[in-house]
């Protein structure tokens, strides 16, 4: 977890925590899209953040589930859910291969649309942390989103 003071500040005091481990499979990234739902329940997040919140999970735990593990391999994603009073946090980690956070995803001299995900995040998110390199095992994002 981080401990920027920023993200502190925006989840601010009595943050509740929840922790879900999936294996990395598609058909598992629905049920981190349920758990946000009934989370939301317990803050008063409306339906247009929710909307966001729930597109930028979908992107962060595909591209875990997509890029981290080979097509043979068995592994899995966790995802930590920070409730606050005024903003919601969620991290995304995984042991796979690392990648270049910075580095666009272009074919054929087009964006691609697999490398559309992180963009996606980085125009919802308030706050975003990604600590991931490539020859590195694992990677995290982490975004947080202020309730209006």
């Known amino acids: 977890m981080s ?4 993200t502190r500040q925006l989840l601010g005091d009595g943050v509740r925590t929840v922790n879900l481990r999936i294996p990395a499979k598609p058909e598992y990234i629905t ?4 758990a946000l739902s ?5 803050r008063a997040i409306g339906d247009d953040t929710l909307a966001d919140l729930k597109l930028a999970l979908t992107e962060a735990v595909s591209n875990s589930v997509r890029h981290a593990y080979g097509p043979s391999s068995e592994g899995h994603v966790d995802v930590t859910y920070e409730l606050g009073r005024d903003a919601v946090g969620i991290e995304v980690l995984d042991d796979g291969e690392g990648f270049d956070p910075d580095a666009p995803s272009f074919e054929n001299d087009e964006l691609s649309e697999g490398g559309l995900g992180i963009a996606i995040i980085r125009s919802i998110a308030d706050e975003l942390e990604i600590d991931s390199a490539p020859g590195r095992r694992g990677s995290r994002l982490r975004f947080v ?3 209006d």
């Open 31 to 34: 049920l981190c899209r349920l």
């Open 38 to 42: 009934g989370l939301a329940q317990l």
């Open 3 to 6: 401990d920027s003071a920023s």
């Open 145 to 147: 989103k202020r309730l």
